[in-house]
């Protein structure tokens, strides 16, 4: 069986590029797309595939093979719905089913398909997106699923959302949860963080970030909520019970890590319209080699996002002993298990709460962590890659 599969996510810079290993900034789709390709060229020696890309792979994919190959299709623009169409018109490709981990399917298709929906978070909050960019993921998601044999998710409050709002039968719906960065990149990562660890300075020279700290990690848009965010920041940073036997004894900051997304500017401006600009820091070009040692020293993980069709930062901070405060809605309580700590995320109040108690308490920390450790051993990319190939070997079975 030859499997077709949609590579652009994989390749594309919607974030940039790290400043240091010259490779795309992948986050979410991005993310979801390399590490399944990552890990189905690991699991199946069976099958051939094909892997459409609108320019050349990048040098962190996995190597040409007889059973892996990559196909370079143009133009770039409105690349997926159109020039891969053209490619399955024309005829130039041919393969037993397509896979499009990126919410779109071509227009012209003459085999059957799968197509990943990570969330619907266009239907939730329309004004949060652009009109241009909202008329696409409306449309072309709807034809996307109505058209697909199979529709993949990440969480099953992602798919109540897409059965609700597409009208489509639950069995249509499936849910492969996601996992944490592949083992070889969280061995480096391990490695270099027990050797740069030993230096105190090394995040202060770096990147000027020091003492006790608060840690967001994210795109900075509207949905992340972190407005509010730093409106509890600044309750706690300036009325807050000092325990003496705390870190919060010392110097408390919040650090918040992420791309400029969409409509950011007020994020931007709330420190300083609350008199808290020195304490809010906010750091956009952190390499992905970098970004453990900031979990592995932080206070705390808030991620109080209004919605999410996942919420893979849970398990990344997780992973590196961070614990873990999010909010009680949509996926993230799936992410979070009984490992974190959980909030309104519309009640600055309880955000603040939720804080004060974590930081304070150097018991509930310790909980947290190990609770997390054990969290992140439910969830594993090679996981997802194997029930993926299951859905798409039953697709071109009839199953």
């Known amino acids: 069986m030859t499997i077709g599969i949609n ?85 130039r490709s041919k393969v037993d089913v397509f896979f499009s981990p990126t919410h779109y399917l071509p227009f012209f298709l003459p085999v059957k398909s799968a197509v990943s929906v990570l969330d619907v978070s266009f239907i939730h909050f329309p004004k949060l997106f652009k009109k241009k960019d909202l008329y696409q993921l409306k449309s072309w998601t709807a034809y996307s699923v109505r058209k697909a044999s199979k529709v993949l998710t990440i969480s099953l409050a992602s798919k109540d959302d897409i059965i609700k709002t597409y009208n489509v039968s639950k069995e249509k719906v499936i849910v492969t949860y996601p996992g944490v960065k592949s083992e070889i990149q969280i061995s480096k990562f391990e490695t270099n963080a027990k050797f740069k660890m030993q230096n105190s300075k090394f995040l202060k020279d770096k990147y000027g970030a020091e003492g006790n700290y608060i840690l967001f990690v994210g795109t900075l848009q509207p949905r992340k909520n972190i407005v509010r965010l730093i409106e509890a920041f600044s309750h706690i940073s300036s009325s807050l019970i000092i325990n003496p036997a705390s870190p919060a004894g010392r110097p408390l900051s919040l650090i918040i890590v992420g791309k400029k997304g969409w409509l950011y500017e007020e994020i931007l401006e709330t420190p300083k319209k609350l008199n808290i600009e020195t304490k809010v820091k906010f750091l956009e070009n952190i390499s992905d080699e970098d970004l453990p040692y900031f979990y592995k020293n932080a206070l705390c993980f808030v991620l109080p996002s209004l919605y999410e069709g996942f919420g893979l930062p849970i398990l990344e901070a997780m992973r590196y002993g961070c614990p873990v405060i999010t909010s009680n809605i949509s996926s993230l309580p799936e992410a979070g298990g009984d490992a974190a700590l959980y909030v309104d995320p519309l009640n600055v109040d309880d955000i603040a709460k939720k804080l004060e108690l974590v930081i304070n308490n150097e018991d509930l920390r310790k909980k947290l962590i190990k609770k997390g450790y054990e969290q992140v051993r439910k969830f594993s990319w090679e996981k997802t890659a194997r029930e993926t190939l299951r859905v798409l070997e039953g697709v071109v079975n009839n199953e």
């Open 7 to 91: 590579g652009y996510e994989a390749v594309m810079p919607r974030f940039g590029y790290d400043f240091e290993t010259k490779l795309p900034r992948r986050v979410g789709s991005g993310e979801y797309c390399f590490e399944l390709l990552l890990y189905l060229n690991k699991i199946d020696k069976k099958n051939k595939y094909i892997i459409f890309l609108p320019k050349t792979p990048t040098m962190d994919l996995p190597r040409q093979s007889d059973s892996w190959r990559y196909r370079i299709v143009g133009p770039k623009r409105f690349w997926t719905i159109f020039g891969l169409s053209m490619e399955f018109l024309l005829r």
